[in-house]
């Protein structure tokens, strides 16, 4: 029953979303959604990294994570540029009831990147709002049925999360850039040759 739950509850709040698809690269975004789960009691240091990175590009940046306990690690507890929540703030069937859970999900966004890349244990928290999110374009590394991504990075070629990020880069890089394809495509064709 609890799974007819999460089912109905994705597919009635996608039916009042009017998603407008577009693939953006990071000189057309002007607002990125960042999406992960706390691992091991830490919020992957990638995630960081690709806040910074946009925000070097004067892109705005949200990012929201969640932590599969019932109260925030310690450590965690300051982190202030990020928006966390808990087991405890779902409600009986699993989706999330956060404020800024709310706040994340009434907001509207270019690109929204799922770091979230381990299918077998992918919670269904994040996959609420991954679903539900109003984004243009929505990049993600799990394939699992009714998948969201308008764009997928193959996660199994790519060992670590700091892989997965760099070809998440290089693809919206080369999003409606016809010099950054050729280049890509030349120093492709030079590493077979070389």
């Known amino acids: 029953m609890r799974n007819w739950f999460r089912k109905y509850a994705i597919v009635s709040r996608k039916k009042r979303l009017v998603r407008v698809k ?5 000189d057309t975004a002007k607002t990125v959604g960042i999406v992960f789960k706390v691992e091991d ?7 960081f990294a690709m806040r910074s990175f946009l925000l070097k590009k004067k892109v705005k940046c949200a990012a929201i994570g969640y932590c599969d306990s019932k109260t925030l690690p310690e450590e965690l507890a300051h982190v202030a540029s990020l928006d966390l ?3 405890q703030e779902l409600n009986w069937y699993g ?8 706040k994340f999900l009434q907001g509207s966004y270019d690109i929204v990147i799922d770091f979230c890349r381990d299918g077998e244990r992918y919670p269904y928290p994040l996959k609420y709002i991954v679903s539900t999110v109003q984004a243009s374009m929505i990049i993600g590394g799990v394939l699992y049925p009714r998948c969201p991504y308008d764009l997928v990075v193959d ?3 790519v060992c670590d999360t700091s892989g997965y990020v760099e070809q998440v880069k290089h693809y919206i890089s080369i999003i409606n850039n016809p010099q950054a394809a050729r280049a890509g495509e ?3 064709e030079g590493a077979a040759n070389g």
């Open 22 to 26: 577009r693939f953006h690269s990071f």
């Open 41 to 47: 009691g830490m919020v992957p240091p990638e995630v």
């Open 85 to 87: 929540f808990t087991k």
């Open 95 to 102: 989706r999330p009831v956060a404020e800024n859970v709310n």
């Open 155 to 157: 996660a199994q070629q």
């Open 186 to 188: 030349e120093k492709e």
